[in-house]
């Protein structure tokens, strides 16, 4: 039954990440340049306005780095659309991005209909006030427990966003994918991978247990993310250790502000118990590099769970992890695509808490969530959808964070197996 249903959406199956070239289009950039005036001509779109009216349609506008230049070059101009109006040293990555926009051949094909369509999850979800605001790290209650923000980026760049979109709200465990990534580019696989595992604990994020090797279950949960966090560069102090965290976050988001919340820090400082007995329990089995510093470990891992972004700039991550390691914003790439593959991975099995199975099977998609009610969704070669809701379920998600996820993968394909149930 629902064969027919997703068979509707099948452009969406089988996209690749778009890298940094695009080496199938060998011709000048004068050429290109006339090329695309002639196909925006046959689209009727005569003018630079009109050419910005169809890009913006598609979700293409100024918040994209890479596209700015050549936007604001094109409002500016007059006349009829021309090769010279484009703006200087146009890059070859915008072009191409202009190529496809006018081919029709972006990631999110029909932009207006899925951001319509997003909108009317979004406002299904928004009905559910179920769920409690997590008050164990007492600032977190201070959060506006009704607060709701949701924002879209493809692999593209296409952007959209509803409701608190712009409202900045603290990581917590959102950022443990990224605290891994960081990890394994400074370390390598062989050296994380002894001190930190990559099974599912199937218990609590913040439970005391370990696996059979006496290591923490997997970097998603506290006690593998304390272990990532102690690999972040040993030597140095914590606060220099968080300042690269910092960093790396915020070129993940494409140069989006990143900040430190000291209320949420200096909070969780304060009622650190659990956390200092995970470090405890690790301590007796040896189970850190010898030298290790716990307390330098745990304070890095108290500030990078007190990173603030907001649901826009979340999705910029989500869709760079989505896009195999290149910001789409931006064009650069920030983590190796075999990084980029065991984060998913992970995501997928471990990013939900003791929720992960369910959330795999049901939705599908590798995604993180965080006690602040923070959720970043991976939608692979698609996009990234970052959201924000306060009010968590039992297992510590966020309730109309999943609620939104279920509604999506029932009208789109983005299940990761949605290919062998539709024709
Ligand atoms: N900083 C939180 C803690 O250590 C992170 C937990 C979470 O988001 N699940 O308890």
């Known amino acids: 039954m629902f064969r027919s249903g997703l068979s509707r959406f099948s452009r969406y199956r089988g996209r690749r990440a778009r890298f940094e070239h695009d080496p199938q289009d060998e011709a000048g950039l004068d050429v290109r340049l006339d090329r695309l005036c002639s196909a925006a001509d046959s689209l ?15 979700g293409l506008t100024g918040q994209l780095p890479r596209l700015s230049a050549c936007l604001t070059a094109l409002e500016q101009a007059e006349g009829p659309l021309a090769p010279g109006q484009f703006g200087r040293d146009l890059p070859f990555d915008s072009l191409n991005l ?27 979800a928004q009905e559910n006030r179920r769920g409690q605001i997590a008050d164990y790290i007492p600032e977190l209650a201070h959060q506006e427990a009704d607060g709701f923000g949701l924002a879209l980026c493809s692999i593209d760049g296409q952007r959209f966003s509803l409701g608190e979109a712009q409202t900045a709200f603290c990581l917590q465990s959102v950022v443990k994918p990224l605290n891994y990534a960081l990890a394994l580019a ?4 062989n050296l994380v991978h002894a001190h930190v595992g990559r099974e599912p604990s199937g218990r609590r994020f913040n439970e005391l247990a370990l696996d059979p090797d006496y290591r923490p ?21 914590p606060r220099d250790r968080a300042e690269l965290i910092r960093r790396f976050v915020m070129s993940a988001a494409g ?12 909070s969780e400082l304060a009622t650190a118990d659990r956390n200092r007995a995970l470090v405890k329990m690790m301590d007796e089995h040896d189970a850190f590099p010898p030298g290790t510093d716990t307390r330098a470990a745990l304070d890095v891992y108290f500030r990078a769970c007190a990173l603030s972004l907001d649901c826009e700039a979340l999705s910029v991550v989500a869709a760079m992890l989505a896009n195999g390691g290149v910001c789409p914003v931006t064009g650069h790439r920030v983590i190796d ?7 998913l991975s992970l995501m997928l099995t471990c990013g939900m808490y003791d929720y992960s199975g369910e959330f795999a099977f049901t939705v599908g998609l590798p995604a993180k969530s965080g006690v602040s009610g923070g959720l970043m969704i991976v939608i692979p070669g698609v996009g990234g959808l970052g959201l924000w809701s306060p009010r968590l379920d ?13 509604r999506l993968v029932e009208d789109y394909p983005f299940h990761i197996f949605a290919g062998v149930a539709s024709d």
């Open 255 to 266: 140069g989006a502000a990143c900040t430190l919340d000291e209320a949420v820090y200096q």
């Open 98 to 124: 202009l190529e496809r926009a006018l081919d029709d051949d972006l990631a999110i094909p029909d932009f207006s209909h899925f951001a319509h369509r997003l909108g009317g999850f979004f406002a299904y």
């Open 44 to 58: 009727g779109l005569e003018t630079p306005q009109a050419l910005l009216s169809h890009l913006a349609a598609r």
């Open 217 to 237: 279950h997997n970097p998603m949960i506290n006690a593998g993310a304390i272990m990532c966090a102690s690999l972040i560069r040993p030597a140095q102090p």
């Open 394 to 406: 039992r297992q510590g998600n966020s309730v109309r964070g999943v609620e939104f996820c279920q």
């Open 337 to 343: 695509p075999m990084i980029v593959r065991h984060t």
């Open 186 to 189: 400074l370390n390598g696989e």
